[in-house]
């Protein structure tokens, strides 16, 4: 057994997904079984885009679901600004008092839709808004498990991924083997980076657990979002079928060019750069978003 595969059996964290229908998305639960210490992964504050009404069921649900197993939170943790739900980390923040954390170079994303946005000076590009910034190769603890940070960009510029034992989160790099990989075309994505981050990932150990950020569930099958290096080197046929970097962008970007924009990327980079936090209420206490018109490529008229 190499060095490399006995490291990454060190550590064997509990994994439980929560697949948000609504928006394909994946919130976890990984628990150290020894110290039954525990991290949130990418939680979802619920957000209803026709009535404009929020709700917590999700974060509760995951709160529910620690408070069962009889676990410890520790962090709550984000791989990336996401464009397609709201983010529930700051609620979450907020109602348990565990820090919040997100890659340190959330900064550059903020910058660039501070400006998208028009929001005020006041509107702090700092990174502020969470606890902690991780740095690529940053490491921490979960319990007993260590955490190993991965700067895995593509799909945003500020991406990362965490690596806790045998298992990783990797976010929106490659979804299930048969759903291929994430799209790259936001502002700041690239498909250049997506492909170096793919390979990152593709060298963890074989047996290592991969846990995907979305799922949309092909064919209606059942929602999944775990696999291994070794099925998706197998089976993701943006891996099989592109393997070079100059084939895998081609591929990417000509996809990326026939896909609307996610239907709440305006409505959701507001919040999630805020850290999960709606916007300020205005003087008569009601809380409002902001759209920016002609903003962003990517209309999809009659879809
Ligand atoms: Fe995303």
Redesign the pocket.
Same mark, same amino acid.
């Given at each position: 057994m190499s060095n490399q595969t006995i490291e990454a059996l060190r550590g064997h964290p509990i994994v439980t997904g929560f697949h948000d229908e609504p928006t394909g /998305?994946i919130q976890y639960v990984v628990a150290d079984p020894g110290t039954k210490r525990c991290a949130i992964i990418d939680p979802v504050l619920d957000f209803d885009p026709k009535s404009g009404a929020t709700a917590t069921r999700s974060a509760d649900a995951l709160l529910a679901h620690i408070e069962r197993e009889g676990y410890e939170l520790e962090w709550i943790l984000e %791989? !990336?600004? @996401? *464009? =397609?739900h709201f983010s529930a980390a700051g609620y979450l923040h907020d109602k348990t008092g565990v820090p919040t954390a997100i890659g340190e170079k959330v900064v550059d994303v903020q910058q660039l839709w501070k400006g998208l946005y028009n929001l005020p000076d006041k509107f702090r590009t700092d990174g502020s808004q969470w606890d902690r910034l991780f740095a690529d190769g940053e490491r921490f603890r979960i319990g007993d498990l260590d955490v190993e940070v991965m700067f895995t960009p593509g !799909? %945003?510029l500020a /991406?990362i991924a965490y690596r806790i034992g045998d298992a990783a989160f990797i !976010? =929106?790099t490659l979804f299930m083997p048969d759903s291929g990989s *994430?799209r790259a075309d936001f502002p700041g994505g690239s498909a250049h980076a997506l492909w170096r981050s793919i390979q990152r990932i593709m060298v963890l150990p074989d047996e290592t657990r991969l846990f995907t950020? @979305?799922d949309y569930r092909p064919d209606r099958r059942a929602a999944a979002w775990e696999s291994t290096v070794a099925r998706q080197r197998a089976e993701n046929p943006h891996l099989v079928e592109t393997p070079s970097e100059e084939a895998f962008v081609r591929m990417r970007e000509a996809r990326d060019r026939e896909l609307p924009m996610p239907k709440l990327i305006l409505h959701s980079l507001q919040v999630n750069i805020r850290g999960g936090r709606l916007p300020e209420p205005e003087p008569n206490g009601r809380r409002y978003l902001k759209i920016p018109l002609d903003a962003l490529d990517g209309a999809a008229w009659g879809e």
């Open positions: /998305s %791989t !990336h600004p @996401h *464009a =397609d !799909h %945003t /991406s !976010h =929106d *994430a950020g @979305h």
